[in-house]
């Protein structure tokens, strides 16, 4: 049985614990140094300073193509194959979202008609998923959640293959089977009406 | 004592049945042979059939939370509409109604199951989260349900037929006429029967459609995710194109699917028979299986 030591002492009162700590060792020494090469490092040369900016404009300059590339992809989805069905809204694309939350906003179709009624339909949407009960309000998410990813998977592969017409085709579809499948749920929940 | 056991879960069931559907309405109303009779209710079951006398005949087992039934006929309109309370989500009515077998019918509900059989007029069938099961004679038939599955059985009888679901199955059996039928998810599986026209589409579900085209006829199947296995055979044969981009595509007669020059992709084209009739299908990442017999 040994006694315990002098820093395993229980301390039952602030009283007991000492007034000031003086630290192990000095770290003034230490901080000064690096302070000193800090400023070292801003009394850099004129000549290399252009260098270090020259890199982040080269830096930018990439980034700014690759924009451009995606934008100019981007121009050439639906409505670019001659069948005069839908045209493009440039708008980049949003990340694939909970359908619950958010179906789609991104909307590629400009007709303001179609994103008037998409847009009330998709504002609806909450509020007539909640009045279904829960396992069939499981299954229609997972419906759109089938549509959302149809979208991003043809999104993706017009991206490598922008004048398919096949892509451009099941894309037109997707499109109306999502309209099909939120026009039918605005219309479920009247009681006693049905869709 | 197993028997035993068993009858007794049986007779448990059926108290729990008829517990559950507190009273009982019935009324008969004069119709018109040819009339249109609309029907609604909020959850349960709507039974629908046809018969020769001209009167519609309700039965219905009302559970709590219904008001009542409220039944009219004028003219060539007769009603059916079953009241709710309207704080009431759960709850039903169990329909049975008997119309003049040539009546055109309306049917809507919120989570009932519907189901019609030997109606000969148009049939507009729909309920959101419930089941559709109908027989198909030869008047248009619209069906849909939300996340309900859609059973419809054909006699071959060229009609119209426009059957949708969204997260359900959809089974036709006998499809004559024109056909266009629907799923999200859910998988299609279609018999035809003569057909004229068939137009099917699903997003990630599978389709599989069997059976004969009539002379002349056109099927266009498409899916995203979803694989197409189309075994059909069509009198005069059919001219066939197949794409997908990144799916696999494959027949029962031979033929070798062709890559695209440019990008990724594989088509298959070409003539069964003398080519009177169209074939085309169309996936994104689906395998797509063709056979010109079923």
Known sequence: MTEPSNTDRKVTSLRELPQSIEPRHD?????????????????????QRRAVRMRWLAAAAMVACVAIGVWVGRGLLPGTAGSGTVAVNTSPPQAVQPPVNAVPHEVYVSDPRYQEQRAALVRDLQARLAALPQPQRDKVTASLQAIEKAKADLEEALGHDPSNALLQELLVNTYQDEMRVL???????????GI | MRIGSGLAGALLMLLTATAAYAAVFDRQVP??????????????????????RSEVSVHAELAGGVEGVAVSSEGGHTSIKVRTEASVSQGGARLQVKIPKESELDVSAMSAHVSTSSVLGIQRLSTVSGNVTAEIAGADVELKTVSGTVQVKGRGQPARLRASTVSGDLHLQHGGGDIEVGTINGALIVSLDGARSVRARTTSGDLRLDGTLSHGATLEASSISGSLTVRTAADGGFAYEVSSFSGGISDCFNASPEHTQYGPGSRLSGTRGTGAGHVRLRTLSGNVQLCDRP
């Not at chain 1, 770290?27 to 000549?47: M, Q, V």
């Not at chain 2, 119709?31 to 020769?52: C, K, L, T």
Request: proline share 7%.
């Open chain 1, 27 to 47: 770290l003034w020494p230490g901080i000064e140094a690096r302070l000193g090469d800090i400023r070292a490092a801003d009394g850099a040369t004129p000549a």
């Open chain 2, 31 to 52: 119709a018109q042979p040819r009339g249109v009779v609309e029907i609604s209710n909020f959850s349960g079951n709507i039974e629908v059939s046809g018969w020769d």
């Open chain 1, 183 to 193: 026009t039918d749920v605005h219309e479920a929940s009247d009681p006693g009406r």
